[in-house]
């Protein structure tokens, strides 16, 4: 199959001229990528059951593994819900269009080849204006998980997209890098209390202001029970992974209580930290101790040839003497830690690594999202320091 490839000019204001044969395309069965403020999706007719097929089998996707419907307004929800219950109508109301996916129960309109097998949707409004634009020219709901090839990180740009599905799709929409660069937030509404199946850019702090009760499904925090079906997209145990073996290094509260008594072994290194970084000091000794161990493991495995990248931080970039580092962002921006995660884990499968080592981040906010894709990625390989 050739994959055709579409340019978008002004991505604020995309003419319908552009994207009319990608929402013919969709309309017809076929399966387009976007971009979307998210990630790139990879679109199918969300209401054809062959179409869905078609999405798993671009992706080497399991068929249990929901799809997401994106429409462009809210009159396009009804249909494919039995109900829309009270959450539903409040976060609609509150983060649509926006990087937030609801789950609902189904109608009879959408199959069960689009939902897994399960009796609820989820769907999603998105905020981009190519993505909201060609939902409505195609005029049905769009399914679209991440356009990428199953379990691998997912796409922020259209070169990404084209890496894993050049000649598996009819057509590329390339409308730029995405703004976010995490997938968005799933929280099912079908239940008495929300849940948040999937954190991501509307976090549990913003979606606790807005309805009060929420709470956490247990995946989010550990790998899921082996065979469990998964409830919503990114459920799996291992999810948005590099071909190299990943692995994130946390520190210990023991260990960090040990350094700071008087006679231990970094204790000179400590005590100057302490009065010389002021209010961050206890991250700043945390980061010091997090980069001195990876140096140490990652110069023992580059002594047996293996290369090893190291996922570091603008203000823990001198810190490293080991192994091909690459920033992810700043520590006092997640938002920029987010925007560049999938592209670092990428450009670390194109240097062709053998093993990765990540630093941890603080899991509140957006941290929660970060570590979440973060852990995922590693298959919640942990090196305790």
């Given at each position: 199959?050739?994959?055709?490839?579409?340019?978008?000019?002004?991505?604020?204001?995309?003419?319908?001229?552009?994207?009319?044969?990608?929402?013919?395309?969709?309309?017809?069965?076929?399966?387009?990528?976007?971009?979307?403020?998210?990630?790139?999706?990879?679109?199918?007719?969300?209401?054809?059951?062959?179409?869905?097929?078609?999405?798993?089998?671009?992706?080497?996707?399991?068929?249990?593994?929901?799809?997401?419907?994106?429409?462009?307004?809210?009159?396009?929800?009804?249909?494919?819900?039995?109900?829309?219950?009270?959450?539903?109508?409040?976060?609609?109301?509150?983060?649509?269009?926006?990087?937030?996916?609801?789950?609902?129960?189904?109608?009879?309109?959408?199959?069960?080849?689009?939902?897994?097998?399960?009796?609820?949707?989820?769907?999603?409004?998105?905020?981009?204006?190519?993505?909201?634009?060609?939902?409505?020219?195609?005029?049905?709901?769009?399914?679209?998980?991440?356009?990428?090839?199953?379990?691998?990180?997912?796409?922020?740009?259209?070169?990404?997209?084209?890496?894993?599905?050049?000649?598996?799709?009819?057509?590329?929409?390339?409308?730029?890098?995405?703004?976010?660069?995490?997938?968005?937030?799933?929280?099912?509404?079908?239940?008495?209390?929300?849940?948040?199946?999937?954190?991501?850019?509307?976090?549990?702090?913003?979606?606790?202001?807005?309805?009060?009760?929420?709470?956490?499904?247990?995946?989010?925090?550990?790998?899921?029970?082996?065979?469990?079906?998964?409830?919503?997209?990114?459920?799996?145990?291992?999810?948005?992974?590099?071909?190299?073996?990943?692995?994130?290094?946390?520190?210990?509260?023991?260990?960090?209580?040990?350094?700071?008594?008087?006679?231990?072994?970094?204790?000179?290194?400590?005590?100057?930290?302490?009065?010389?970084?002021?209010?961050?000091?206890?991250?700043?000794?945390?980061?010091?101790?997090?980069?001195?161990?990876?140096?140490?493991?990652?110069?023992?495995?580059?002594?047996?040839?293996?290369?090893?990248?190291?996922?570091?931080?603008?203000?823990?970039?001198?810190?490293?003497?080991?192994?091909?580092?690459?920033?992810?962002?700043?520590?006092?921006?997640?938002?920029?830690?987010?925007?560049?995660?999938?592209?670092?884990?990428?450009?670390?499968?194109?240097?062709?690594?053998?093993?990765?080592?990540?630093?941890?981040?603080?899991e509140t906010h957006l941290g929660n999202a970060i570590m979440n894709r973060l852990n995922k990625a590693a298959g919640y390989r942990i090196l305790w320091v």
């Amino acid at each position: 199959m050739d994959t055709e490839r579409i340019v978008i000019k002004d991505v604020q204001n995309p003419k319908d001229s552009e994207l009319i044969k990608a929402a013919q395309i969709l309309r017809e069965g076929g399966l387009v990528a976007f971009p979307t403020e998210t990630v790139y999706g990879l679109g199918g007719n969300a209401l054809d059951e062959q179409a869905a097929k078609k999405i798993y089998r671009a992706k080497g996707r399991p068929s249990d593994n929901p799809l997401i419907a994106h429409i462009s307004c809210m009159e396009e929800l009804e249909p494919l819900v039995r109900e829309i219950p009270k959450a539903g109508r409040i976060l609609a109301e509150r983060y649509w269009p926006g990087p937030l996916t609801m789950i609902f129960p189904k109608s009879s309109l959408v199959p069960y080849g689009t939902t897994g097998g399960l009796d609820t949707v989820a769907v999603r409004m998105p905020k981009d204006r190519v993505a909201n634009r060609l939902i409505r020219l195609a005029g049905v709901p769009v399914a679209a998980p991440s356009a990428n090839t199953s379990g691998r990180p997912s796409p922020t740009t259209a070169d990404h997209v084209w890496q894993d599905l050049e000649g598996k799709i009819e057509m590329v929409v390339d409308g730029g890098p995405v703004g976010i660069g995490l997938e968005s937030t799933i929280v099912d509404v079908s239940s008495p209390v929300p849940v948040i199946l999937r954190p991501g850019a509307i976090t549990q702090e913003m979606l606790g202001q807005v309805l009060g009760q929420i709470s956490l499904d247990p995946a989010i925090s550990g790998p899921g029970q082996e065979g469990l079906r998964p409830r919503a997209p990114g459920m799996k145990y291992k999810h948005y992974a590099p071909r190299a073996e990943m692995t994130l290094v946390e520190v210990k509260e023991e260990t960090m209580e040990q350094l700071y008594r008087p006679g231990s072994f970094l204790h000179g290194q400590v005590s100057r930290m302490m009065t010389e970084s002021g209010r961050n000091w206890k991250m700043k000794i945390e980061i010091f101790y997090m980069a001195w161990k990876v140096n140490e493991a990652a110069a023992q495995m580059e002594k047996t040839g293996a290369r090893v990248g190291v996922i570091c931080t603008e203000e823990t970039m001198d810190e490293y003497t080991a192994g091909i580092k690459r920033s992810i962002g700043r520590r006092d921006s997640e938002v920029s830690v987010a925007h560049n995660l999938y592209g670092v884990l990428r450009e670390f499968d194109d240097l062709g690594v053998d093993f990765i080592y990540a630093e941890s981040f603080s899991e509140t906010h957006l941290g929660n999202a970060i570590m979440n894709r973060l852990n995922k990625a590693a298959g919640y390989r942990i090196l305790w320091v």
